[in-house]
């Protein structure tokens, strides 16, 4: 029988993930079932158990139960400890749930090998403080930016979060109004654009070298990216790439074997239109 595989969240109907691991298992041959799985907001806990009382093998795990997952594992990397919210759920031969955040490395993948980016020494900018962007600081701080400063609506969110990844490199906490200077790197990881809106930024931020990346994905430029252009930017990114790499990387934990992301981001691009 098939290996079974789930992504669990509220609300789910809009998940591509299915999608994505179909494509995966069909290129690389590999025999399982993955399905969407809409879970009461208070039903987590119960749902993982039924689902790996019924033999499943892992799970992807999307808002709002990114915390809950992250307590339910028994064992986490070492990333994931330190987003303290996980995307991924293993089970292991000896019976214990192992957790993963693969949202870094998968940002960190569709910069770096799919856009060809170099981030090392870089001045990055990163906007939000929610689960979002506390589960891409470490891989971000590991490529060694010249200065990654974290800015957010609520301050205190943003200094709290510079705090505890203070001891990875350069990092600080501050609000929008404080925003200033050119930076190579500019992520939008907000949810702001979900409203139309886009974060009170000083104009002289992007300047027409500045990559700019929206952890968000839409059929044309999001919001984000829009306001990025209009500053001057050449390089805007959306998270489309991210989303198929954090599966890719969720997919080789699984599986042991490394799906090629291309055609999957490809196609999926071509369904968006
Ligand atoms: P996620 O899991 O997507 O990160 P979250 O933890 O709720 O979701 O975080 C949402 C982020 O988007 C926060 O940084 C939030 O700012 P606050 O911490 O001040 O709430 C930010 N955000 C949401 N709506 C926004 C808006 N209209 N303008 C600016 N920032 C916004």
Redesign the pocket.
Known sequence: MADLYAVMGNPIAHSKSPQIHAAFAEQTGEGLIYTAMLVPEDGFDDAVKQFFRREGKGLNIT?PF?ENAFRYADVHTERAQRAQAVNTLVMQDDGQILADNTDGVGLLTDMTRNHGLELSGKRMLV????????GVLQPLLEQQPSELVIA???VA?AQALAADFADLGPVRGCG?ADVAGEFDVIIN????S??G?V?PLSDDIVAGHSVCYDMMYAADATVFNQWAMTQGATIVLDGLGMLVEQAAEAFTLWRQVRPDTRPVIKQLRAALK
């Not at 906007?127 to 506390?134: M, N, S």
């Not at 990881?189 to 702001?192: C, F, L, P, R």
């Open positions: 808002v990114k906007l939000g403080a929610g689960g979002a962007v506390r957010n609506r609520t969110k929008f990881g907000t949810s702001a979900l409203s809106d974060p």
